[in-house]
């Protein structure tokens, strides 16, 4: 039972580029999420998702892209990276309501 | 826009001591939640509290949820080395059960 999978752990981008941050979960979890953290500001959302085909902003949408093509996962997408991006992103998911969530590892992303 | 407010931000304290954790919304909460997260690692959900007053115990750990909704607090008895960690409380609100928003988190160092 692997859990939540993000995928790469490490990365340094350059500013302007795009990539794809993975989350993949085996749980059947409907509920996943997207978070940045930053020293001294805790976890901050990104984008969430309840449910395949329904994705919604959260706290700072701004600069990154989700889609929710099946159950399982869940990418965010950077669109043209900035050094403001530089954070460690967290996939996160939930059975449903009520329910703890189940955090990935982490990715850890500098842009330089 | 909702906003969880965590106090302490760092506590240092002696191997034995209780402390306590606060996490304050203006608005009420339809469940909140604590996690505990070591360095390099995603959060860990510690407990679930959905109804008001409710009071959960977790070995030396005691999570109450206020009457009404807005608060909850958590008391570690006896503190321990193995305590040491970043305490996050994290709340969601109304019927936005997949939008789950954090606290800033409480920086526990317990010293032996």
């Known amino acids: 039972n692997a859990g939540v999978t993000q995928t790469p752990k490490f990365q340094v981008l350059k500013t302007g580029q795009s990539m794809t941050l993975q989350c993949a979960q085996d749980?059947?979890?409907?509920?996943m999420s997207w978070y940045r953290q930053d020293p001294g500001m805790g976890l901050r959302l990104i984008h969430y998702s309840v449910g395949a085909g329904i994705t919604d902003q959260g706290e700072v949408p701004n600069g990154y892209n989700v889609s929710r093509s099946t159950t399982e996962d869940f990418p965010l997408r950077l669109l043209s990276a900035a050094p403001s991006q530089t954070s460690v992103y967290f996939c996160?998911?939930?059975?449903?309501f009520g329910y703890g969530y189940t955090f990935g590892s982490g990715t850890r992303l500098t842009v330089v | 826009t909702q906003l969880l407010e965590q106090s302490p931000q760092f506590l240092s304290i002696q191997e034995g001591e209780n402390l306590t954790v606060y996490c304050n919304s203006s608005?009420?909460?339809?469940?909140l939640q604590w996690y505990r997260q070591e360095p390099g690692e995603g959060p860990v959900l510690l407990v679930t509290?959905?109804?008001?007053?409710e009071v959960k115990k977790l070995k030396r750990l005691t999570f109450q949820f206020g009457d009404a909704r807005k608060d909850s607090s958590l008391h570690i008895t006896a503190a321990q080395p193995g305590d040491t960690g970043l305490y996050l409380c994290?709340?969601?609100?109304?019927?936005?059960?997949?939008?789950?928003?954090f606290g800033q988190g409480t920086e526990l160092s317990v010293k032996p």
């Open positions: 996160a998911s939930s059975y449903s």
């Open positions: 608005s009420v909460f339809s469940s």
């Open positions: 509290v959905v109804t008001g007053g």
């Open positions: 994290a709340g969601s609100f109304g019927n936005q059960g997949g939008k789950l928003i």
């Open positions: 749980m059947n979890h409907e509920y």
